[in-house]
């Protein structure tokens, strides 16, 4: 059964505020983080175990993930790899003892966030998940950009999609109507369409836009 303290996990289609989601079978150690992490502001939802977080879990949830290494039943590697499965992005830091360094060294290896030795100090949990969560952010924050550049893009006719690739590979308006041997006037108004319907303002913006949005 879920420990969730009283912060609401958001449902599918929806987007959610980060949250700390903390999954281990540890009464003692589950609760500690909990009240650790939510007395320095953070929304928390805590799990007694893997089976528990995966029946709650949806692919909007933004945040960290706190999941110990050792735990009957589903193991926290093995919820790890259902999550890589899943392809979630809730950014994983792994809660370990001296013998289990190996392992979580491992699941670094395979996209793991960060991991954390028992025992720990208030003050190092505390930057650990405040470093992950500024980075989840702004991963997200470039996924939700590229998305909207992606959409953008496919509003773009073939031909304003012609032009928009030879202005990002540096071509003036005169060597673009040389290539698709059309007017300058027409690559003008196409390139105004270009920058309408791609939300910008400046050539500096647009070449920002898209190119950031392929990284």
Same mark, same amino acid.
């Given at each position: @059964?879920?420990?969730?303290?009283?912060?609401?996990? +958001?449902?599918?289609?929806?987007?959610?505020?980060?949250?700390?989601?903390?999954?281990?079978?540890?009464?003692?150690?589950?609760?500690?983080?909990?009240? *650790?992490?939510? $007395?320095?502001?953070?929304?928390?939802?805590?799990? $007694?175990?893997?089976?528990?977080?995966?029946?709650?879990?949806?692919?909007?949830?933004?945040?960290?993930?706190?999941?110990?290494?050792?735990?009957?039943?589903?193991?926290?590697?093995?919820?790890?790899?259902?999550?890589?499965?899943?392809?979630?992005?809730?950014? &994983?830091?792994?809660?370990?003892? +001296?013998?289990? &360094?190996?392992?979580?060294?491992?699941?670094?290896? /395979?996209?793991?966030?960060?991991?954390?030795? /028992?025992?720990?100090?208030?003050?190092? @949990?505390?930057?650990?998940?405040?470093?992950?969560?500024?980075?989840?952010?702004?991963?997200?924050?470039?996924?939700?950009?590229?998305?909207?550049?992606?959409?953008?893009?496919?509003?773009?006719?073939?031909?304003?999609?012609?032009?928009?690739?030879?202005?990002?590979?540096?071509? *003036?308006? /005169?060597?673009?109507?040389?290539?698709?041997?059309?007017?300058?006037?027409?690559?003008?108004?196409?390139?105004?369409?270009?920058?309408? /319907?791609?939300?910008?303002?400046?050539?500096?913006?647009?070449?920002?836009?898209?190119?950031?949005?392929?990284?």
């Amino acid at each position: @059964m879920s420990e969730a303290t009283g912060k609401t996990m +958001h449902g599918a289609g929806e987007v959610s505020r980060q949250q700390i989601f903390i999954v281990d079978d540890d009464d003692a150690q589950r609760d500690s983080l909990v009240w *650790l992490l939510e $007395s320095h502001g953070h929304a928390v939802s805590a799990f $007694s175990s893997a089976e528990d977080f995966l029946a709650h879990w949806d692919e909007h949830l933004a945040g960290c993930l706190l999941l110990d290494v050792r735990m009957p039943g589903v193991s926290g590697l093995e919820l790890f790899e259902e999550l890589t499965r899943r392809h979630s992005a809730l950014p &994983v830091i792994f809660i370990t003892g +001296h013998g289990d &360094v190996a392992m979580a060294v491992a699941a670094l290896k /395979k996209g793991a966030a960060d991991f954390i030795e /028992k025992p720990f100090s208030a003050e190092e @949990m505390l930057e650990i998940v405040g470093s992950c969560l500024a980075r989840e952010s702004e991963q997200r924050e470039h996924r939700r950009s590229r998305a909207d550049t992606e959409q953008r893009r496919a509003q773009l006719t073939v031909r304003e999609r012609e032009v928009l690739d030879l202005i990002i590979v540096g071509k *003036l308006n /005169k060597q673009i109507a040389d290539v698709l041997n059309i007017s300058i006037k027409t690559v003008e108004v196409h390139r105004a369409r270009v920058m309408e /319907k791609m939300g910008a303002t400046t050539l500096a913006s647009l070449i920002r836009r898209v190119v950031s949005s392929e990284l």
